[in-house]
């Protein structure tokens, strides 16, 4: 059974960064498209940003992160990153990863609150 565990989140001011990371156990996602998602406070769960399975192609889904975020990924350590730059209050959700198709069990994901 895959295992997904976001880290890397917590409390930041506006304005500053954070790095996600998503590791992956009981096999590897090197074949997989990835991607970062985000639920906020009474809102739906929503894809941020995809990466291809070789990271040659990315792609940004939200436009208030495009230039913000970047997705990047290490398939050697089987793990999938979202730096985050210039973040925002409104930012503030639960982030999550998973694949792009046929979704694994979702992780418990990683809080990351945004102070103004």
């Known amino acids: 059974q895959v295992r997904l565990v976001e880290s890397g989140g917590g409390l930041v001011q506006a304005g500053g960064s954070l790095r996600l990371s998503c590791a992956a156990s009981g096999r590897s996602l090197s074949m997989d498209s990835m991607g970062w998602f985000r639920q906020a406070p009474g809102k739906a769960r929503e894809l941020l940003a995809g990466?291809?399975?070789?990271?040659?192609?990315?792609?940004y889904y939200v436009d208030s992160v495009k230039g913000r975020f970047a997705i990047s990924r290490d398939n050697a350590k089987n793990t999938v990153y979202l730096q985050m730059n210039s973040l925002k209050p409104e930012d503030t959700a639960v982030y999550y990863c998973n694949k792009l198709q046929l979704a694994l069990t979702w992780g418990q994901g990683t809080q990351v609150t945004v102070s103004s």
């Open positions: 990466i291809s399975a070789n990271g040659a192609s990315t792609y």
